[in-house]
């Protein structure tokens, strides 16, 4: 069929603990987290699929972690280690399209429509890339094929780990009506609970909202919801995009006052920004925290300094420092964010300027 989009998400197993166990034999097998001390309020960066069994996951407190499985085992992310890794997988989308969106280091969007490889099938394709994939790194890839990004990044969680699984046109319309809501990406643990209260428990449902009710209850996010309730998103793979600025953010599992909770989460959602700026060969000199609270309400604090932001900072001390106007530490707290912009690019680390965060210019 003309104008039928091909898009590929490629996401990688449990990628930086399957990477941990790759190089360290003596973790396979083991439940294994990546991520901080348990003792020193850390957090999970990820862990592998022995550690999920026990319902640890993304974001969780590590000492959290620790109480569900006390035997897991414990070590340090290695970001040079992982980054390596992704731009081999990187340079093996290269080879196949040069359509393709890094999303982050372990998952990315691939446009195929174009491609004549395995006589122009998506499903061909996707199976050439996981197994390019696990030969050159010895890590496995699941594949989600669709003709749109909402259906293949469904797609590609399904059949988790090593899985590949094809939403085809006609069959869009009623794998959507059957999803749970909670299964649509771009719907968090409170747009779902305000899903439900509105009656909306599967696509179906949510299908039957009209436009302008949805954007009554939602916002700008109300088109998004009413198109992809139909297995509509026209996005394109943005394979040129400029970048102006790089968020990253979390929805906490529960709502929390704890002022040094808050920083460890603020620290950690720092580090992942900072480590797509690299990867992207860029650097920041602006930092904005976003803070939402149990009610819904939102704030942002903005720090802008002469020279750009080093991984060296003495975050906690900034964090503390941008929060001493706030509520945090006394109001709870559903959501923390970190973006980092005002980019220019990275500079040689031999010339590269290390800033003293708390000096009198700054």
């Known amino acids: ?20 166990q790759r190089d360290f034999p003596e973790y396979r097998d083991k439940p294994l987290i990546v991520g901080g001390n348990p003792c020193s309020r850390g957090v999970v960066a990820t862990c592998n699929y022995e550690a999920r069994q026990y319902g640890i996951h993304s974001a969780m407190s590590c000492a959290k972690a620790l109480q569900l499985c006390p035997h897991a085992l414990f070590v340090k992310p290695r970001f040079e280690a992982y980054r390596s890794v992704s731009n081999t997988i990187r340079t093996i989308f290269a080879e196949f399209t040069p359509i393709f969106e890094p999303l982050s280091l372990d998952e990315a969007y691939l446009d195929v429509t174009d491609s004549a490889d395995y006589q122009g099938s998506a499903t061909r ?21 669709s003709y749109n990004k909402f259906l293949a990044k469904i797609a590609s969680d399904i059949n988790k780990p090593d899985g590949l699984f094809v939403i085809t046109p006609d069959q869009g319309l009623a794998f959507v009506e059957q999803l749970p809501i909670g299964k649509f990406h771009g719907i968090g643990k409170a747009t779902e609970k305000k899903m439900h209260q509105l009656g909306v428990y599967s696509g179906n449902d949510l299908r039957k909202l009209s436009l302008t009710h949805l954007q009554q209850h ?4 109300g088109v998004y919801y009413y198109h992809i309730a139909r297995a509509i998103d026209d996005r394109p793979v943005k ?47 602006t930092l904005t925290l976003k803070v939402k ?28 420092d941008l929060l001493k106007s706030t ?4 109001k709870k707290v559903r959501l923390l964010g970190v973006t980092l912009s ?11 300027k290390q800033i003293d965060l708390f000096s009198p210019d700054n």
Request: proline fraction near 1%; aromatic fraction near 6%.
């Open 1 to 20: 069929m003309a104008g039928i989009k091909k898009i590929i998400h490629i996401d990688m197993d449990a990628f930086f603990a399957a990477i941990e």
């Open 125 to 145: 394709i996707a199976l050439a890339i996981k197994t390019r994939i696990q030969e050159e790194t010895g890590l496995t890839a699941s594949a989600g094929i």
């Open 218 to 221: 939602f916002g700008k996010a």
């Open 239 to 285: 394979w040129d995009r400029i970048t102006k600025s790089v968020g990253v953010e979390i929805t906490l599992p529960e709502d929390i006052d704890d002022g040094d909770e808050i920083l460890t989460q603020l620290t950690a959602l720092l580090e992942k920004a900072q480590t797509k700026l690299t990867d992207k060969n860029l650097q920041a000199s």
């Open 293 to 320: 609270y149990f009610d819904f309400k939102q704030i942002t604090r903005s720090r802008t300094f002469q020279e750009a932001i080093s991984d060296k900072m003495d975050s906690t001390a900034l964090f503390k």
């Open 327 to 330: 509520d945090v530490g006394t």
């Open 342 to 352: 005002s980019l220019n690019d990275l500079e040689p680390e031999s010339v590269a």
